[in-house]
């Protein structure tokens, strides 16, 4: 099975794509993971990356359209996968289809995760992750049970991202309702579109999730 999550930043797509991952089997592919990695490691394309993520933006269609391109050749995507930040801009949408159509691959659900704006900066700018294992956490919802320590591998490397603070996500909001947005019309007319309540639990999020899933 191959699906979309599609919502805006803090919305939890990369959070259900983790939950799911184990259950169907279908791997999580996230631009955002992709591009910060290219940023880390220095590379050409994550020199060209940086500013426009810092400032929230949306960096270019064709730079994300390779990289997403070059990801689902990989053995990996053959049972399945799960598109986390990816497409954000309809004409990502219509090269998306031509390649997998080329590909051999078709889409079998657009996942809507719908939640309000005003939770969202809350959640964004108070989240934080174990830099050893990934575990996610949270300033108000989910505190790690000893101060400093991750309650899952036991490291005390926490992270933040660099455009989790106010300003940036308040633009990345704007960018989400300009530029995607649209895609939902887009796969709206193949049929494609679930919408699920994000602003939910993360739990009663998943259960939705499954009933579409099946
Ligand atoms: P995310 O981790 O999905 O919130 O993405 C972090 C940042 O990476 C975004 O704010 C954009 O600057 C950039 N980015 C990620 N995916 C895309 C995409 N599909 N198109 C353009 N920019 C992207």
């Given at each position: ?19 799911l ?45 390779g990289?997403?391109?070059g ?102 909001l ?41």
């Amino acid at each position: 099975m191959n699906i979309i999550f599609l919502g805006p930043p803090g919305a939890g797509k990369g959070t259900q794509a983790k939950i799911l991952e184990d259950t169907y089997g279908m791997v999580q592919l996230s631009t955002g993971d992709m591009l910060r990695a290219e940023v880390a490691a220095g590379s050409d394309l994550g020199r060209k990356a940086k500013a426009v993520m810092e400032a929230g933006g949306l960096v270019s269609d064709d730079m994300v359209i390779g990289i997403i391109s070059g990801r689902i050749d990989q053995d990996d995507c053959k049972d399945g996968f799960m598109l986390d930040g990816f497409p954000r801009t309809v004409p990502q949408a219509e090269a998306l289809d031509e390649m997998l159509d080329k590909k051999g691959f078709r889409l079998d659900h657009v996942v809507e995760l719908r939640v309000d704006d005003e939770p969202l900066v809350r959640r964004i700018t108070g989240r934080f992750t174990c830099g050893d294992c990934g575990e996610g956490y949270h300033d108000e919802f989910k505190k790690p049970a000893k101060d400093g320590v991750c309650d899952r591998c036991g490291g005390g490397n926490f992270k933040r991202r660099a455009d989790d603070n106010e300003e940036t996500v308040r633009s990345r909001l704007a960018a989400y309702h300009a530029q995607t947005a649209p895609i939902v019309g887009h796969y709206g007319k193949q049929d494609l579109v679930r919408v699920v309540d994000g602003n939910l639990p993360i739990d009663r999020v998943t259960t939705q999730l499954k009933e579409i899933l099946g």
